[in-house]
């Protein structure tokens, strides 16, 4: 996908934005932790964090564990992010 395109599919969706600003400048958190910050319910950021993992605009760090899932931005990820909070 382009950069353009990326871009595109996270700006249609602010939920896309909110979690990608909650990883900003952390080393990883969980699921728990982003629907703290955000103020998300827990479905809606499961749905979010899979649709950012299959752009690979962030990364699960131990995907393995079932219970404590660790996610952080991958670069592409805090690219994204900053066109997103430059154009604002």
Same mark, same amino acid.
């Given at each position: 996908? /382009?950069? /353009? /395109?990326?871009?595109?599919?996270? +700006?249609? &969706?602010?939920? %896309? *934005?909110?979690? +990608? =600003? &909650? !990883?900003f400048d952390k080393?990883? !958190?969980? /699921?728990?932790?982003?629907? @703290?910050?955000?103020?998300?319910?827990?479905?809606? *950021?499961? %749905? $979010?964090? @899979? =649709? !950012?993992?299959s752009k690979k605009?962030? *990364?699960? $760090?131990?995907?393995?564990?079932?219970?404590?899932r660790f996610y952080? +931005? &991958?670069? @592409?990820?805090?690219? $994204?992010? =900053?066109?997103?909070?430059?154009?604002?």
């Open positions: 996908m /382009s950069d /353009s /395109s990326i871009l595109s599919f996270v +700006l249609r &969706a602010k939920n %896309r *934005v909110k979690v +990608l =600003e &909650a !990883l080393k990883s !958190l969980i /699921s728990s932790q982003i629907e @703290k910050q955000t103020g998300m319910y827990k479905s809606h *950021v499961s %749905r $979010t964090l @899979k =649709e !950012l993992l605009l962030i *990364v699960c $760090t131990n995907p393995s564990d079932r219970n404590y952080k +931005l &991958a670069s @592409k990820g805090k690219k $994204t992010l =900053e066109k997103i909070k430059r154009m604002k």
